[in-house]
């Protein structure tokens, strides 16, 4: 039986490295299996949970999906679309923040990170932010999420939801229960300037992550910066637990190449960062300046983004607006 995969993407700039390797290359792979109904969407409601300028919100809208595109989604075999092109994501998001509770919520590590220190000055939406995910899940009776390891605590929140809704109105499996796609190895790539910190869209340094849209010269120069130790690559997975960042340029080389972190351990035991540096930017050029040209070739297309998305809105309004319906009715509207 097909997965009915669903996963969103927030239209924030500066998608990486982090973002291909731990969700968007994963979307492909789902979507290639022709068994499976793929739904991709660009989370601009979610965008707004921290301020946006509108001109940059809209290109960073189609950006998004030219992304998706190069990277080697079909839209032809997917729906993509923007969330609020849909009204039905927010409406939903307000019923299941009724159901909700406020202990789940505050339990929520990413709100925590956002947030900061100030948390009272945090938008009332940042904090909301998972309800407003698991309307997006729930809408399309969703079966598999593919996601960064980032998103594992949203998901346990949203079958929370799910399960409370359908026993609070006795519907039996009405929304159903997704499960996480979390890739087992390289699920949460770090930033290359510190390897216990997250490779982030919103890290002030932009030498820290590798933007998909960087130059080959760009990319090879932050990996040629990117932070490691004095000790030569070590022979086992157990030696690399105190170090960080050589743990995090292997794992990328690794997820480049399909490979397990044994087997590149295994390919560069006992040599120096240079060399293996060399190696991994050769490899990222390879892999990802081809995505890098076709994003900057696809942006000029306006009109052909802009089609993928008006049509993907007419098809998700479809399923979105039934189930909506069904939940008034459940509800007593
Ligand atoms: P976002 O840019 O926050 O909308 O994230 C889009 C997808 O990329 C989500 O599935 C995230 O879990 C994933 N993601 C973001 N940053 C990273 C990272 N550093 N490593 C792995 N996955 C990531
Ligand atoms: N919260 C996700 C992130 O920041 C994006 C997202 C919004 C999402 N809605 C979703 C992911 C639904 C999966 C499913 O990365």
Known sequence: MGKKIFSGVQPTGNLHLGNYLGAIKNFVKLNNDNEND??????????????QNFEELRNNIRETVATFI????????????????????????????CVARMGWLNRMTQFKEKAGKDKERASIGLYSYPILMAADILLYDSSHVPVGEDQKQHLELCRDIAQKFNNDYSVGTFFKAPEPL???????????????KKMSKSELSDLSRINLTDDKDVMVNKIKKAKTDALPIPGSIDELKKRPEAKNLLGIYSSLMDLTLEKSIYEFEGKNF???KSKLSQVLVEKINPISLEIKKLINEKKFLDKILFDGHVKANNIASKKLKKIHEIIGF
Do not use: Y
């Open 274 to 276: 240079s060399e293996f």
């Open 38 to 51: 793929c739904i991709f969407c660009v989370v601009d409601l979610h965008a707004i949970t921290v301020k």
């Open 70 to 97: 190069a990277c080697g989604i079909n839209h032809e075999k997917s729906i993509i679309f923007n969330q609020s092109a849909v009204p039905a994501h927010s409406e939903a998001a307000w019923i299941l923040s």
């Open 182 to 196: 979390i890739q087992k190895q390289f699920a949460r790539i770090m930033s290359l300037k510190d390897g216990t």
